[in-house]
């Protein structure tokens, strides 16, 4: 197995996706050269999951990303079709997720495919799983995630009449491979030594680069004081930010209206800062510096061409791009703990540092309402102050 030939990608990216209620495949020789039994059958109802999620960008990605490992598995190594899995194929899968071969690991994240001629053309680079170090080790998160997303979709094959029952559920002892954590693990985010090189490596791109990194600066400032989520920033079939969902109240509090995560719509109070930070953006884009009511020029403008970003791998490469430099520049200096640990943090990050500066000096609830929160619980996670009396407490504590 180690040797085994890494697939094609399956499923292309939200943007490109065509509808499969409308478009439904007549083969899938384009993807496979031989194929089990019932396989399009499969694939089609696959597609039409995955597709009922593109109204969030990252959901659809998880979803697309666990379903197609599945998919990549049933066929290629078992041999089976969706309708001949059972438990006990569960776990052999679970198994191979943990170890994949090495052939199906990539060193890093890279496009689907590429854009030739107006076809899409699978990349030859692209691997079903990414590994930046040594050996592929999949995490609690992702194992939960690869759970939550397949007994998902076997319900959804259930409601379909496609299957009869739903091998994940009827897995027993999922708790050796899920650990139990006796506490909420701690928040992952940057420091505050981490965050201040950051926004001095985006400033000084801005300096460089004005009419292209004015953009980066403004999606930092926007990811951190209004603890937005990446989708909250690209243009989508449910969501398109516009400089008009800035919103001024009659006491002259200024507003931004939003749609997140579970299609929720809600109101973050914008600070000064972020007001001030705001104008720049727009005035670096030859606008006037507050946005006139109901003002439909896209968020997060394209540097080529009209509109607004719609991918958020641009938005990942964009923020990635800062935790790079400002990385170098903490190892030159002498901070190479921090830029190891900066090297692994991501886009939502930010929007954790966020919520934890905020929540040492504001009132958990108005920072639950401009988070989206369901509840101050979660909110609750991001104080450190219990966690840190705790240590305090035992600092101490004597051994002889």
Known sequence: MANMKSPTAFFDTLEAMQNPFKQPLKTLDHLLADSPSDALSDYQHASEFIYSYRGSPDTFSTYRREIEHFLHWCWLVANKSLNQIVREDM?????????????????????????????????????????????????????????????????????????????VSQMRQKSKYLRKHQTQGKVRRLSPLQWEYVVEAAENMAQQQPLEHERTVFIMNSLFAMYLRISELVETSRWQPQMGHFQVDQEGNWWFLTVGKGNKEREISVSDAMLEALQRYRRSRGLPALPSPGESSPLIHKTRGKGGITSTRQIRGIVQKCFDQAAAVMRKEGFKADADRLASATVHWLRHTGISEDVKHRPREHVRDDAGHGSSAITDRYIDVERTERHASARHKLIK
Request: net charge negative.
């Open 91 to 167: 776990e052999d899968y679970i198994e191979f997720a943990r170890q994949p071969p090495d052939a199906w690991v990539g060193p890093k994240n890279v496009p689907r495919f590429l854009d030739r001629a107006g076809e899409r053309i699978p990349n030859k680079d692209w691997r079903p799983y990414v590994n930046s170090g040594e050996q592929y080790v999949i995490s609690q998160a992702a194992l939960q995630s690869l759970f939550s997303v397949l007994s998902s979709f076997f319900n959804f094959l259930i409601q379909e009449n496609y299957l009869a029952a739903n091998p």
